[in-house]
């Protein structure tokens, strides 16, 4: 018997997708409605950030490599405003280039946990599920 997960249990997650890839962020989103989540994809770090202040969200997948403003960048913003009100958003990084290096700067910037790409679906939502149950025993 399989056992049920965070993300099958609670009402579905709205997730803010930030990929500039259109065929990857068609096909990170088939992953993730097929969790019943609901997906908003941004393209660029911009349209990330003023997405996130005007609609609500249960979690944030970056691609580090944005045009413009990086995944690593659009965190720091994110994490710096939420230092006023105490919240904390889950954020993943999607970075098809990992390095150690750029890993340990992206969590220093507030990044929750690395995701490498392409994915599959049951890496992805593991790594969801992880994060989600990290960030809720803190």
């Given at each position: 018997?399989?056992?049920?997960?965070?993300?099958?249990?609670?009402?579905?997650?709205?997730?803010?997708?930030?990929?500039?890839?259109?065929?990857l962020a068609r096909l990170l989103q088939i992953f993730l409605k097929?969790?019943?989540?609901?997906?908003?994809?941004?393209?660029?770090?911009?349209?990330?950030?003023?997405?996130?202040?005007?609609?609500?969200?249960?979690?944030?997948?970056?691609?580090?490599?944005?045009?413009?403003?990086?995944?690593?960048?659009?965190?720091?913003?994110?994490?710096?405003?939420?230092?006023?009100?105490?919240?904390h958003i889950p954020i993943i990084a999607l970075t098809a280039h990992f390095r150690q290096e750029a890993a340990s700067q992206g969590?220093?910037?507030?990044?929750?946990?690395?995701?490498?790409?392409?994915?599959?679906?049951?890496?992805?939502?593991?790594?969801?599920?992880?994060?989600?149950?990290?960030?809720?025993?803190?």
């Amino acid at each position: 018997m399989e056992s049920t997960t965070l993300m099958e249990t609670t009402a579905p997650l709205r997730i803010l997708l930030v990929e500039d890839d259109p065929a990857l962020a068609r096909l990170l989103q088939i992953f993730l409605k097929m969790k019943a989540c609901q997906v908003v994809v941004a393209t660029t770090g911009q349209e990330a950030l003023d997405l996130w202040e005007t609609e609500e969200f249960d979690l944030i997948l970056m691609d580090v490599n944005l045009p413009g403003m990086s995944g690593i960048d659009v965190t720091g913003v994110i994490r710096d405003r939420e230092m006023a009100s105490g919240a904390h958003i889950p954020i993943i990084a999607l970075t098809a280039h990992f390095r150690q290096e750029a890993a340990s700067q992206g969590l220093a910037a507030g990044l929750d946990e690395y995701l490498p790409k392409p994915t599959n679906p049951e890496t992805l939502y593991n790594a969801i599920q992880l994060t989600l149950q990290k960030l809720s025993r803190s």
